[in-house]
């Protein structure tokens, strides 16, 4: 923030700061030196309630009648003036579609007011395209965008520089790590290799159908079994991630845990999130579709297994690793937090993977292979004479069936 301030004015730019190393604090203090109206947009509605909660509690004496949380269910702003404090998410600022009478009357206040300051959260998650729309409704002196990874797959991360402003400061991971700000990760990248049902299958299947074979093999669920039982043993809590939902559905399911997804609404959600966060509950495990790759607040959380991911994304890859970042505390281990990718041995996931862990990789962070899961001395990848544990079983054929299955059938019946 020194650089942000410098010369007794306010900068506009970017901080560039790892999950859980204080982006909210930063952006609550940036606010707090303007002393003026100020707006955050966030990408989520539940990172506009946990933004109004860092403001109301702790770090500042803005009170509940200052706030505005301007969003398209609750939010509470309809029939009451607008706040010195404006948080809402980018697609209410930049709604394309007709709104309701008392909607257009907000935004034409936010548009008539000049701004002190706006705080764009997790920025690089943005619709660069239409991007320059938040500044044509919410007009303001200084413009602070906040990411962990500003890093896009396309080239638009360049338009929101030139829309926001230079790099301020980014903070090193490591550096963070050492001094005991952040947990220490290690990365582990477990090989699963494909049964032989499956992989006949997809050595048989088209290029684009390939991607499912490779989300359901069933030795990731071998995999998410023998790693859940491992840490929850051991008292850890546990994330479970993918982008496609089949397979957290259907593992859940299985297992017993619970799974959030998009489709869920707040009130369920919180409440799931509620009981992960208490350590005297019962609930260690929760498995996530990519609803949890950012803005959720999970500082327990010290081990995450990641089932699929988005192709080569660089950014979901931090994001998701950024959940486990918090520090923890009285722990003298080598690593402190744990971070797992499953990989179908032998299938082009295995360069996605590979792509994804590039950004990572110029953060510092080393992956260690794992090619088996020895259980009373047996390879449970290798077992059952090579088809792995779940090999000729009822369960590799359901599987196979998720797997097959027509893709909009999938949609329709869980939508994100």
């Not at 206040?109 to 239409?130: P, T």
């Not at 359901?216 to 043993?233: G, H, I, R, S």
Request: net charge positive; proline share 3%.
């Amino acid at each position: 923030l020194s650089k942000m301030f410098s010369h007794g004015r306010a900068r506009s730019g970017f901080i560039v700061l790892p999950c859980g190393a204080g982006k909210t604090l930063v952006g609550i203090t940036a606010v707090a030196n303007v002393k003026k109206c100020a707006a955050v947009i966030c990408n989520t509605s539940l990172a506009v309630t946990q933004w109004k909660q860092q403001f109301t509690s702790t770090w500042t004496n803005v009170k509940e009648s200052d706030v505005t949380c301007f969003l398209s269910k609750g939010g509470d702003w309809q029939g009451k003036p607008l706040g010195r404090l404006l948080i809402t998410t980018y697609p209410m600022i930049t709604l394309d579609k007709k709104r309701s009478k008392a909607g257009e009357a907000l935004i034409d206040e936010i548009k008539k007011r000049q701004w002190g300051i706006i705080v764009l959260d997790e920025v690089h998650l943005s619709f660069a395209d239409k991007f320059w729309q938040v500044f044509n409704v919410c007009k303001a002196h200084c413009k602070l965008g906040l990411t962990a990874t500003l890093v896009r797959e396309d080239d638009k991360i360049k338009e929101l520089k030139n829309l926001i402003g230079p790099k301020l400061y980014e903070a090193d991971w490591q550096d963070l790590a050492h001094q005991g700000y952040l947990a220490r990760v290690q990365c582990v990248e477990v090989w699963c290799p494909m049964t032989p049902m499956f992989m006949k299958c997809y050595l048989e299947s088209e290029k684009r159908q390939r991607k499912d074979l490779w989300i359901m093999n069933p030795n990731k669920l071998t995999a998410v079994e023998f790693l859940v039982k491992y840490w929850e043993d051991q008292d850890h809590k546990i994330i479970v991630f993918s982008d496609d939902l089949r397979p957290v559905v259907a593992y859940s399911h299985r297992m017993g845990r619970h799974c959030l997804t998009g489709s869920d609404d707040s009130a369920k959600r919180e409440e799931i999130l509620g009981k992960f966060r208490d350590p005297s509950s019962d609930v260690k495990t929760i498995f996530m579709s990519s609803v949890g790759d950012a803005a959720i607040d999970l500082p327990d959380a010290s081990v995450i297994v990641q089932i699929s991911s988005n192709f080569g994304s660089r950014q979901k890859e931090a994001q998701r690793l950024g959940r486990i970042l918090r520090p923890k505390p009285n722990s003298n281990a080598a690593f402190n937090a744990h971070f797992y990718t499953l990989v179908s041995k032998d299938t082009q996931e295995m360069y996605f993977s590979t792509k994804r862990q590039r950004y990572l990789v110029d953060q510092g962070y080393a992956f260690k292979v794992v090619t088996r899961l020895d259980h009373d001395g047996h390879d449970l990848f290798t077992m059952n004479a090579g088809a792995g544990k779940y090999g000729g079983t009822e369960m590799e054929r359901d599987l196979l069936q998720m797997a097959v299955e027509d893709r909009h059938e999938a949609r329709m019946r869980a939508t994100m």
